[in-house]
């Protein structure tokens, strides 16, 4: 029977042969956790009476949410992590490096693998056509100890990206529609498996962008196909001898399929407090923005990090608004430097912050004031999510973000970009 | 259940039993209602970060951005009766952990998000899915995990709960993932 990319993946890593709904233990090629969940997957290992880890190479330790750390509680489970990864001769990537997911694609991810992590946004990986999903640290304790994992082999949704993207439109901007149209669980225990002319053209930044926000529909996974735009991105990343072809077998037969035309997509936005409150820009009042994020696992990324400085170059941020951008990771940062987007950026007003995921997680770097608004690139935006239950939060696009930042409110992009 | 597949419900539902033989528990205590959407933001917040190598001091935050009196009203066995999609969000281990630190019984959902589902097991604590539109905030229940039946004292009424996927009852039947794993020294699902 015609397989879907989750069921030829999930298959592979198995001693048989797979379909949607057989629950089956499989391999693991990477196995993650970072310092929100990793000193309970330390005690959890360690509970079992483990040690050590399966593949120490494989086995990867992220400190990133609170980098560097804000308070003495969070530094001593950055120690618990920092010697436990010694010890068991694990990958460690402490601060500085940059949040975990952009760093499995840029150093470690390769098409047609098995990984998992101990955080939801670990389905970014699936743009690079692996099955990767987060789950929780005891089930990554047991990765970790076994390189192993047991999962229900999900069903999957073809959503089918058609048309033309217009100008001021961007991935941020489909995933959101996508999310708007098919709920925050729209997709729960499923893998979503992107297609279409779009999904075929967009460069690989941009699928890590849709990938990410999958689980924000509830999905396990979010799969591309990998092409010759999956090989080049791995040639520059000096690994492309990784590379192989990821796509579903001729004929496969979808849980659903969803078609989307992208020309009728504008810039959107999701509404306090979730992510399915979408609308599009044009359609609202003036939202007054007290702070705007630019950066996150979502949309901290070279090219929107050059998108926004495109806008703001010769502009200042309004007053009264704090602009904030977080470059995703040290490679994008050397970049940004070296193509002077960080100089546009500081110039512009913004307040520039090492990569890591301080903001988006409420940990410090940006936490906001009971009552103000914050317009972030990041992928949620539940009540309290960036560390205070009293502000409202609103995500976008890169580009929306920064017009935003200059007017003061929130703004469509196209004024500027058309 | 979502994670069930169809064709393995009737296997299910016999290995139930063999769950029940070893957990004839029959909880009891009065629900407290939430809507749909509770996020892990709102189970454990953000903003306590800090406290997740100690949860029973971040228990002392559970929901407080929902319900602020929520932990000082719970008692030990009371429930969480909430609606579609509860947990949706962050991969933290620590909600359902803290769930369970302040003393809930069950959590009783119409839907789970999935990686809190899978959390809520291997952690130990029941999460059930069953038409909570017939609890309200206040009802005293009784859940015969056994039987499957969610009994709605207060209101009159008997309510099924849908049964856990067979891997997740031998998961259950060994005490939690980590009990599994060193008892059979590796998977044995």
């Given amino acids: 029977m015609p397989k879907t990319i989750a069921e030829k993946i999930l298959s592979e890593h198995s001693d048989r042969d797979l379909c949607a709904g057989d629950i089956a233990v499989v391999d693991v090629d990477l196995v993650m956790a970072q310092d929100g969940t990793g000193p309970l997957a330390i005690s959890q290992l360690k509970k079992m009476g483990f040690e050590n880890v399966a593949s120490p190479r494989k086995s990867i330790f992220f400190i990133d949410h609170a980098a560097p750390s804000p308070r003495k509680e969070l530094s001593d489970s950055h120690k618990i992590i920092r010697e436990f990864a010694v010890s068991a001769r694990a990958v460690l990537s402490d601060i500085g490096e940059g949040v975990c997911h952009q760093l499995l694609v840029e150093n470690y991810v390769c098409p047609g693998n098995v990984v998992i992590g101990a955080d939801s946004h670990t389905c970014t990986s699936g743009a690079l056509g692996a099955f990767a999903t987060g789950m929780g640290s005891t089930d990554i304790a047991v990765g970790f100890a076994l390189a192993k994992t047991w999962l229900m082999v999900p069903q999957t949704i073809k959503v089918n990206f058609n048309g033309k993207i217009n100008k001021g439109v961007f991935a941020k901007d489909l995933i959101i529609y996508l999310i708007g149209k098919i709920t925050a669980d729209g997709a729960s225990y499923k893998a979503l498996e992107f297609g279409g002319e779009v999904s075929k053209s967009l460069e690989m930044e941009e699928r890590f962008t849709i990938s990410n926000m999958a689980v924000e ?202 | 259940m979502n994670e069930v597949n169809h064709k393995n419900k009737i296997k299910h539902e016999a290995n139930s039993e063999n769950l029940n033989s070893k957990k004839s528990q029959v909880l009891c205590g009065r629900a407290f209602k939430f809507g749909d959407g509770i996020s892990t933001d709102l189970i454990a917040p953000g903003r306590y970060f800090h406290l997740r190598s100690n949860l029973t001091e971040l228990a002392k935050h559970l929901l407080e951005d929902a319900e602020p009196e929520f932990t000082k009203k719970v008692k030990k066995g009371d429930f969480i009766v909430a609606g579609k999609n509860f947990g949706l969000g962050s991969s933290r281990e620590h909600a359902p952990a803290i769930i369970k630190i302040a003393g809930v019984g069950a959590v009783l959902a119409k839907s789970f998000a999935r990686i809190f589902f899978r959390n809520s097991i291997n952690v130990g604590l029941p999460a059930l899915i069953c038409d909570t539109d017939k609890i309200n905030s206040g009802d005293e229940l009784e859940v015969d995990l056994r039987k499957g039946i969610v009994k709605n004292i207060t209101q009159n009424i008997e309510l099924n709960f849908n049964p856990l996927p067979e891997v997740m009852i031998k998961i259950l039947n060994d005490g939690g993932l980590v009990e599994h794993i060193i008892k059979n020294k590796g998977f044995n699902l």
């Fill in chain 1, 217 to 418: 529909a509830g999905a396990k996974t979010g799969l591309f196909s990998t092409d010759d735009i999956t090989k080049n991105y791995l040639e520059k990343q000096g690994r492309a001898s990784c590379f192989r072809k990821i796509y579903p077998d001729e004929g496969t037969i979808y849980e659903s399929e969803i078609d989307i035309d992208c020309s009728k997509i504008e810039p959107m936005i999701s509404m306090p407090h979730t992510v399915d409150n979408t609308v599009s820009v044009s359609k609202i009042d003036r939202i007054k923005v007290d702070q705007v994020l630019i950066g996150t696992c979502t949309n901290g990324r070279l090219s929107d990090l050059k998108i926004a400085s495109e806008i703001l170059k010769g502009r200042k941020v309004a007053k009264g608004v704090r602009l904030i951008a977080v470059p995703v990771s040290k490679s994008v940062y050397l970049d940004a430097i070296k193509e002077g987007i960080i100089e546009i950026l500081i110039e512009s007003g913004a307040v520039v912050v090492n990569p890591g995921c301080g903001p988006c997680v409420g940990v410090h770097e940006g936490i906001l004031a009971d009552g103000e608004v914050c317009l972030s690139t990041q992928n949620r935006n539940f009540k309290g999510r960036m560390g205070n239950p009293e502000a409202l939060l609103y995500l976008s696009s890169p580009a929306t973000a920064a017009w935003s930042a200059v007017r003061g409110y929130i703004a469509d992009p196209r004024e500027v970009l058309s």
